[in-house]
């Protein structure tokens, strides 16, 4: 019997490439990026498809008559139309687990140094201005951490293994909202469930850790960074899309919040001229939550192992919920 034919879209290591090769045929364009007609022409006739960033909508799946799998390299999958994939029957996998530790402490490293202004203290100390008088003093004061709140927006496996460090590692008092209440994790944490608004209104740390959908698309608006106290820092390191960007960056311009800490933003990669890239009070990073060698490793052998096995179904493989 043929291979069946598989796209791969991304990088991936040796060790992904072979768990693949070994069942599969598999096609990989030299091209670093590809283009609207190009990706048609590719993907005209294959069985299945690895990526994670391409929109699997019905005009792509139009065009991929024999397409059964497309097998995300993350946890998020807001880049699949569902109700397409699902009317054809495409199954679509991602890669939970074995992200959320890395997730959880990325989200502290962005907490910690917005608290205590990190990169503005490391730039000031490289420039030889560490001497000059007031720098490091008071005007250079930033907030503890310990012993804070923190209220998690998603409690979903990544918004725990925050509550966790956060409750376990810093004595921080745990808040979160979500759509269903978490028992083991009110037990373990500590963790106190909230409304959205009132979670907003008693954090020293808002975490957003939600997943994108068409019902949390822009959940965070002005008047939800008007309910957030003046020394909160608001951290998101989840989507960017969940969070109306203007209403953010008036609030920070107003000094309605203390700071913002981001790992991912409404359109990436960031636009120089956006206005976070230039507020003092904002830290940005380019969407590394998952970025780490074994994390990013143990991602790519999990996608590789979701295509193969959703082709022939001899293997456990992680389906998105919604089409399972
Ligand atoms: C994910 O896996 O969804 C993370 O955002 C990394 O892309």
């Not at 083991?184 to 979670?199: P, V």
């Amino acid at each position: 019997m043929a291979k069946p034919k598989v796209l791969v879209l991304k990088p991936l290591p040796e060790e992904a490439k072979t768990i693949i090769r070994e069942r599969c045929t598999m096609i990989e364009p030299e091209e670093s990026h590809i283009s609207r007609e190009r990706l048609a022409e590719l993907i005209s006739d294959v069985d299945g498809l690895l990526t994670n960033d391409i929109r699997i909508d019905s005009e792509l799946l139009d065009e991929a008559k024999q397409l059964k799998i497309v097998s995300n390299q993350s946890v998020g999958y807001n880049n699949f139309d569902l109700a397409a994939m699902k009317a054809r029957g495409v199954i679509g996998t991602h890669t939970p687990y074995v992200l959320d530790g890395t997730v959880a402490d990325l989200v502290f490293a962005l907490i910690l140094a917005a608290a205590r202004r990190v990169p503005e203290l490391d730039s000031l100390v490289k420039q030889g201005k560490w001497g000059e008088p007031g720098n490091g003093g008071e005007a250079h004061y930033g907030v503890d951490v310990h012993h804070a709140t923190i209220g998690i927006v998603g409690m979903g496996r990544i918004g725990e293994a925050v509550a966790r460090r956060a409750a376990l590692g810093f004595d921080m008092k745990v808040l979160y909202s979500n759509r269903s209440r978490k028992p083991d994790a009110e037990k373990a944490y500590g963790a106190q469930y909230r409304s959205l608004e009132q979670l907003l209104e008693q954090s020293d740390f808002v975490v957003l850790m939600a997943p994108l959908t068409s019902e949390t698309a822009g959940m965070i608006r002005i008047e939800h960074f008007e309910r957030m106290k003046p020394t909160a820092v608001f951290v998101n390191a989840s989507r960017g899309q969940l969070v109306d960007e203007p209403a953010m960056i008036d609030a920070l311009q107003r000094k309605l919040i203390y700071a913002a800490a981001l790992d991912v933003y409404e359109t990436e990669p960031v636009d120089a001229g956006n206005p976070l890239l230039s507020l003092p009070n904002v830290i940005t990073l380019p969407h590394i939550g998952s970025a780490t060698a074994q994390t990013r490793f143990d991602m790519a052998m999990v996608a590789a192992n979701n295509l193969v096995g959703g082709l022939l179904k001899d293997r456990q493989i992680y389906i998105v919920p919604e089409l399972q």
